[in-house]
């Protein structure tokens, strides 16, 4: 019986062929054609990968007054920076502070009628001790005494609730920033919670994006090299990879990324784009296959010569060196992937 040969070419230069004899079964059919293969191989990669995004202040926040009313002082305006607790404006406050001075006379009126009832209170205990007051009258003066310091306690609480509410009509910084939006003038009308400033801090900027669950050798503390986005800028500067999520984004299956830029360079603004690039410490092991094994229709694939079939292997191209291609996916070292594969072979277009 006559034998075909299939040929097998390693990535060394080597080749092996394997034979088989004519009619051998329609699995090994596809072998009788002269279809050349070449052997994959295992190969080491340093990786790297790019984030492309925008350049976050670390801290942002918008701030507005809890309460309404209507501004009459602004002390900061756009550009100011400012420190944690300074005031940055304030609303007409003399309905609050006329009701913090009725409170606090309101405890104090308590507190004096309190202190008559302790007198009282200390009167009715000894007429007692002489039988000079029944049990009912001695019941009514310990009411009496309760109540009162019952009233004191509710007098010094609306004391603290007016002092509230009159602390609200002062808007102060929680946080130390850049004043980056606000108003330009006193006297509007301000709603409770509406926004009227936006605080930033700038003194760092911050880099997300996100890498695929395969770069998951990506880690805090990492260093990354960032360029501006900005027209006609060639800077680049130094961050560090401040924070990996460990845990994928359940909508794009993807590992989040963030990359701190401390100091805020010159060129890099804040909500400016910007690209960050990160290296692997040390390499990884990948896979090698000959760049003309590599199909590029609709996605990047091979065709692998296993058991006697052909069979499409999608796969992720990494880089290319010379003739060969590193990739990962779903192939082994010691696999035969086809060269020049025809169309349709493996189950493909």
């Known amino acids: 019986m006559p034998r075909r040969c299939l040929l097998v070419v390693l990535l060394s230069g080597s080749f092996a062929c394997g034979c088989r004899e004519e009619g051998a079964g329609p699995a090994a059919a596809a072998a009788t054609a002269d279809i050349l293969t070449m052997v994959v191989e295992e190969a080491a990669w340093t990786p790297t990968l790019t984030l492309d995004g925008t350049l976050d202040p670390v801290a942002s926040v918008q701030l507005g007054f809890d309460v309404p009313g209507r501004m009459d002082s602004l002390v900061v305006h ?36 309190v202190a008559a009832g302790e007198a009282s209170w200390a009167r009715a205990q000894q007429l007692r001790v002489a039988g000079g007051m029944s049990d009912q009258q001695y019941k009514d ?36 920033g850049t004043i980056t939006n606000g108003p330009d003038n006193v006297g509007m009308m301000i709603g409770a919670g509406t926004p009227i400033f936006l605080l930033e801090d700038l003194s760092a900027l911050q880099l997300r994006g996100s890498v695929s669950e395969a770069d998951g050798w990506v880690a805090e503390g990492m260093t990354a090299t960032l360029t501006s986005g900005a027209p006609g800028s060639t800077g680049s500067a130094q961050g560090v990879v401040s924070r990996v999520i460990p845990a994928l984004d ?35 092991t990948v896979l090698a296959v000959p760049r003309a094994a590599i ?10 010569w296993r058991e006697g079939a052909y069979e499409r292997v999608a796969i992720e191209v990494l880089t290319d060196e010379g003739e060969r291609s590193l990739v990962r996916g779903p192939l082994a070292a010691g696999d035969a992937v086809v060269l020049y594969p025809p169309a349709g072979l493996g189950g493909g277009e």
């Not at 009701?99 to 004096?112: I, K, L, W």
């Not at 590992?255 to 100091?263: A, I, N, Y």
């Open 78 to 113: 756009r550009g100011s920076v400012v420190r944690k607790g300074e005031v940055l404006a304030s609303l007409d406050d003399s309905m609050p502070r006329a009701q913090m001075a009725q409170a606090q006379s309101g405890v104090a009126a308590a507190e004096a009628q």
């Open 250 to 284: 359940p909508s794009t299956r993807r590992l989040p990324v963030e990359v701190r830029l401390d100091g805020a360079p010159a060129g890099f603004l804040a909500h400016g784009y910007a690209r960050a690039t990160i290296a692997a410490t040390a390499p990884v």
């Open 141 to 176: 003066a310990e009411a009496g005494i309760l109540a009162g310091r019952a009233g004191v306690d509710q007098a010094r609480a609306a004391l603290v609730l007016a002092r509230t509410h009159l602390a609200n009509h002062t808007l102060r910084a929680p946080i130390s």
């Open 295 to 304: 199909v590029a229709r609709p996605d990047f694939s091979v065709v692998r």
